[in-house]
């Protein structure tokens, strides 16, 4: 999740392409949006993502880990009674799914959720080695000496 890009033309181009290209492709019955939206967040020690689960079971949401990919999954079901019968339908129903990388800089043995109030919130922490760190400054003495 870590980003190796750093020009913010070129982020906010992907990000927007991702948004647009996942609203042609997850349309729903109705023109619903089928998408599980995602916020993500990198803090000092970790990354937190924050899922939109509105309505969705807590029983029904998987959150698996596998060879650095994060796999989110849950399912909303249809609660109609017998003589029920649907004149506009704009919640999609169904198994949802989003994938989300994860940098070789994550911890992915570490990682951790809870669900409230609709929002499922996924923690990844960030590797030791990752962190920012410090560097100090040698203070005169020639510049060719610094040893890679």
């Known amino acids: 999740m870590l980003l190796t890009s750093i020009d913010p033309f ?9 948004r647009l290209t996942r609203q042609a492709f997850t349309r729903g019955e109705g023109g ?11 803090r000092k020690d970790d990354v937190l993502l924050r899922f939109d ?8 949401i998987e959150v698996t880990v596998d060879r650095g ?3 989110v999954s849950a399912r ?15 919640r999609v129903m169904g198994t949802f799914t989003r994938r989300v990388y994860l940098s070789e800089h994550l911890d992915s043995e ?3 959720a809870a669900y409230h109030n609709g929002v499922l919130q996924v923690r990844i922490p960030v590797l ?18 610094l040893r890679a």
Do not use: H
């Open 10 to 18: 070129v982020q906010e181009f992907e990000r927007q392409f991702d």
């Open 110 to 112: 570490r990682v951790d």
């Open 69 to 71: 990919v994060l796999s």
């Open 32 to 42: 619903a949006n089928g998408v599980m939206p995602l916020d993500g967040v990198r």
């Open 128 to 145: 030791e080695k990752a962190k920012p760190r410090k560097v100090e400054i040698q203070r005169g003495g020639d510049p060719k000496a």
């Open 76 to 90: 909303r079901e249809e609660e109609l009674g017998e003589d029920d019968r649907v004149f506009v339908r704009e």
């Open 53 to 60: 689960l509105p309505g969705i079971d807590p029983e029904s």
